[in-house]
């Protein structure tokens, strides 16, 4: 008996990688990303310094001061602190929830004549510069929040407690801390509306069909498969919103009323870091320079702790 043998064809050879151009490609990436975290130290390095004749002036009063007295050289940064989260948080409870519904609704709901020209639209508003928006909220949207919700609103809860603290607005001109609020939401809601629709669109289409196949309603797929899918994606989205929110300087500056105080009605004029650095900064000598630079570092500060946060809620998501 004669036994068959049967040769396999032989496979491709691989080429071997070039010994010196794997280790420029090597050598090359790990500069590139060496540079974002010198780039970062000395960012912080320079705010630090720069801020220090301040700290070292006010101690930690300088964070819970709510003077800003230029002919005393007393300064404090309670109320841009206070200003800042409060418009990055309004903003985020108009902006988020406009965001998600826009993002389902084009991806779940709309017909295909619409969805196009909509998801055209909010990329175009994300590319509009932030100086227009607050061109806008000055000229058109201040008249028109001062005449219709201001006026109307202070006369409604004048006198009431609590409600009339909060919402009550001593000069109605429209300049405000809620204004400043609602155009940062304008601003944010393209970012996260257009990175959350994207991120709908890649999940399989299997698992929605499985879930309609099973009888869920569309609430119910949106619920329970496409919002823990793309969970990540939201929180990773809402996150380069507040983000936003936190630094915007122009828009703020154009429409908060830049008032260096804290009044407990957020219709009341205020101020955020980044518009009181813009305000100041270019006339700004010796201590008050110091103060404004420790306001930028004190803002580096709370945007690097609100990242520490988004990376906690992505990976409690992702263990999930």
């Given at each position: 008996?004669?036994?068959v043998t049967?040769?396999m064809?032989?496979?491709?050879?691989?080429?071997?990688p070039?010994?010196?151009f794997?280790l420029?490609?090597?050598?090359?990436?790990?500069?590139a990303?060496?540079?974002?975290l010198?780039l970062?130290?000395?960012?912080?390095l320079?705010?630090?310094?720069?801020?220090?004749?301040?700290?070292r002036e006010f101690?930690?009063?300088f964070?819970?001061s709510s003077?800003?007295?230029?002919?005393?050289d007393?300064?404090?940064?309670?109320?841009?602190i206070?200003g800042?989260?409060s418009?990055?948080l309004?903003?985020l409870?108009?902006g988020v929830p406009?965001?998600l519904g826009?993002a389902?609704y084009?991806t779940?709901?709309?017909?295909?004549?619409?969805?196009?020209?909509?998801a055209t639209?909010?990329?175009?508003?994300?590319?509009?510069p932030?100086?227009?928006?607050?061109?806008?909220?000055?000229?058109?949207?201040v008249?028109?929040f001062?005449?219709y919700v201001?006026?109307?609103?202070s006369n409604?809860v004048?006198?009431?407690?609590?409600?009339?603290?909060?919402?009550?607005?001593?000069?109605?001109s429209?300049?405000?801390?809620?204004?400043?609020g609602?155009?940062?939401?304008?601003m944010?809601?393209?970012?996260?509306?257009?990175?959350?629709?994207d991120?709908?669109?890649?999940i399989?289409?299997?698992l929605?069909e499985?879930?309609?196949?099973i009888?869920a309603?569309t609430?119910?797929?949106v619920?329970?498969?496409?919002?823990p899918?793309?969970?990540?994606?939201?929180?990773?989205?809402?996150?380069?919103?507040?983000?936003?929110?936190?630094?915007?300087?122009?828009?703020v500056t154009?429409?908060v009323?830049?008032?260096n105080?804290?009044?407990?009605?957020i219709?009341?004029?205020?101020?955020?870091?980044?518009?009181r650095?813009?305000?100041?900064?270019?006339?700004?000598?010796g201590?008050?320079?110091?103060?404004?630079?420790?306001?930028?570092?004190?803002?580096?500060?709370?945007?690097f702790v609100?990242?520490?946060?988004?990376?906690i809620?992505?990976?409690?998501v992702?263990?999930?």
């Open positions: 008996m004669t036994a049967q040769t064809p032989a496979a491709p050879l691989r080429k071997t070039k010994g010196t794997d420029v490609f090597r050598n090359a990436s790990f500069l990303a060496l540079f974002v010198v970062l130290a000395g960012i912080m320079s705010m630090v310094i720069g801020g220090w004749p301040a700290f101690g930690f009063g964070i819970t003077v800003w007295d230029t002919q005393n007393q300064y404090g940064a309670w109320p841009a206070v800042t989260l418009t990055a309004i903003a409870v108009i406009l965001s826009i389902v084009l779940q709901l709309a017909p295909p004549w619409f969805k196009q020209p909509v639209a909010i990329e175009l508003l994300a590319a509009v932030s100086i227009i928006y607050g061109m806008w909220g000055l000229f058109v949207f008249p028109l001062a005449a201001q006026v109307p609103l409604i004048e006198g009431l407690p609590l409600v009339g603290t909060v919402l009550y607005s001593r000069s109605p429209g300049l405000g801390i809620f204004t400043a609602i155009i940062l939401a304008f944010i809601i393209p970012f996260i509306a257009s990175i959350t629709r991120m709908l669109e890649q399989p289409s299997v929605r499985s879930a309609y196949g009888g309603t609430w119910e797929v619920r329970h498969v496409l919002v899918q793309a969970g990540v994606s939201i929180i990773g989205a809402v996150m380069l919103g507040l983000g936003r929110a936190l630094g915007e300087t122009m828009a154009f429409v009323g830049n008032a105080r804290l009044s407990a009605s219709l009341d004029p205020g101020s955020t870091i980044a518009s650095i813009a305000n100041e900064f270019n006339e700004a000598l201590l008050q320079l110091n103060a404004l630079i420790a306001l930028g570092c004190i803002l580096f500060f709370v945007t609100v990242l520490v946060i988004a990376r809620l992505v990976s409690r992702k263990s999930y």
